[in-house]
């Protein structure tokens, strides 16, 4: 679950009359015995304070100057050293754990509010052996004296009291489990319109997506304004490729086959069509039931007989592996949450690129402040490192939580650049009005959430071309090169012709609650005087 940590400095309060004190007296009194004390003499032109007199001259060659004491300085610099070494050898190391050579895989759940989302994880992760009898007996009453019988697998993942008394996922929540063939990472995303942006920040940190369909209620969340659509065009917009899309509650239905397929159809059609533009090889349907279990990991249904395709474990197992940098590449580790853990912080997040290990020197950014790994807990259990693709439970650093921030990077010596100005490449989805110079907008940059200007248009292009003439506003479908004016510094990456693209390259922007426009980072700071000034 995503924790925010506000963190205040305050400061020894200095009232400003300092420790002098009014004692002392006036001394020596105004009468006529008073004697006005000599002035000291002034020191010889060759005295230096705080260095030894100079010998009187002699014919002999003058006597070399005195150089300054440079024991502080010395002293110094073996205090800094003792205090690296002692941070240094406070570093433990884990045991090492067995080698595991199965491919990591992070997944988002998505799907509009109430498609039984949270309850199909929850159960998935009770039947793959995730969750013990005694917690989910513990969920089961707890649930009942609630009120909300219905809900007990939901609570293995909506674990706030918030959402437990509303029955709404509201935050992210991370859980993992594994199968013979891959290690996976759930981000289990909310669904309702208000979260949208606590969806986004799940979304970025996956690899592939389960879209959650509710066959009972398909209409309100596809077509009257339901959350399925933004959802997909979101995920296909943040660089997710690889859709396993879940039909829930088939059983209220009677397992009805022509359900299936009607259902199956209208969704293949629009996120294969042009609005989202998925591969029809990327697309896999599987009919179950979340909260019978049904087709999650056996089949046992009598009456789903006509289905011969995989359950969801197999659906799962069978996506491909996403392609990673490799590990000589510079470490990227995208921070989604940040505590306090005694005199430490905590950080969490995924491996970008690079690795990460017990006892690193790394960088924080953009804070700049330079620290080292003191331990990492990756899958509920200490690890001595981490690749690229990883999702890390905890990372533990001794710095401030200041220093630290959500939305911020991890890295090594080759840091991230940092900047406020950027030019992106953006694709319009859909907005009340034409977008013009000045528009404001929410941006969503990996797990980082800011205030965005469009301060210039640049160029439109059209079938892969650009235009020379600039656009005065832009409107549905446009596809252009603009600048951003953002609300502070964050850690951008741009994207070149050779690199692949990053969370740090995606941006989302919001305006009104619609989801308006998708982008991606093309070049580096960008100077104020260049804007035209009207």
Known sequence: MTRRVRNVDVDDWDDG?????????????????Y?????????????????????????AK????????????????????????????????????PQDDRPTISLVVVGHVDAGKSTLMGHLLCLVGQVSSKQLHKFE????????????????????????????????????????????????????????????????????????????????????GGQTKEHLQLIRALGISNVVVAVNKLDTCNWDQKVFEETKRRVNDYMVGPEVGFKQSSVNFVPLSGFSGENMLERKEPKLSWWTGPTLVEALDQLPPPPRPSSTAPLRLCVSDVYRSGANTCLSGKVVSGTISV????????????????????????????RAGDHLDSVLVPVEPQFA?????????????????????????????????????????????????????EKLIVKGETQDRRPKCLVKG???????????KVCVEPKSQSSAMTPLSRFVLRDRGRTVLISRHQSKQFEHEHFPKH
């Open 17 to 33: 009359w300092g420790d002098d004190s009014w004692g002392g007296g006036w001394g020596g009194g105004w009468d006529e015995g």
């Open 35 to 59: 004697a006005k004390p000599k002035p000291k003499p002034k020191p010889k032109a060759n005295v230096i304070p705080g260095m030894a007199p100079a010998k009187a001259k002699s014919s």
């Open 62 to 97: 003058s006597a070399p100057k005195a150089k300054p004491d440079a024991k502080p300085k010395a002293e110094a610099k073996a205090e800094a050293k003792a205090v690296k070494e002692t941070l240094e050898a406070e570093v433990e190391l884990p045991p090492e754990a």
């Open 141 to 224: 009453k707890e649930s009942k004296e609630m009120g909300k019988a219905s809900f007990f697998y939901a609570w293995v993942l909506d674990e706030g009291d918030d959402e437990r008394s509303r029955g709404v996922t509201i935050d992210v929540c991370v859980k993992h489990f594994s199968t013979k063939s891959r290690q996976f990472t759930i981000l289990d995303a909310p669904g309702h319109r208000d979260f949208v942006p606590n969806m986004v920040r799940g979304a970025v940190q996956a690899d592939v997506a389960i879209l959650v369909v509710d066959v009972s209620h398909f209409e309100a969340g596809f077509d009257r």
């Open 359 to 386: 006892g690193q020197k790394v960088v924080l950014q953009p804070s700049n402040e330079q620290t080292v790994v003191k331990s990492l807990q990756m899958r509920d259990a200490p690890a001595r490192s981490a």
């Open 405 to 457: 921030s959500i939305g911020g990077v991890i890295s090594d010596r080759s840091t991230v650049p940092v900047s406020d100005t950027l030019q992106v490449q953006i694709l319009v989805f859909e907005t009340e009005v034409p977008l013009m110079r000045g528009a404001q907008l929410m941006c969503y940059l990996h797990t980082e959430t800011l205030t965005a200007t469009l301060v210039r248009l």
């Open 478 to 488: 446009n596809n252009a090169i603009v600048w951003l004016q953002l609300n502070e």
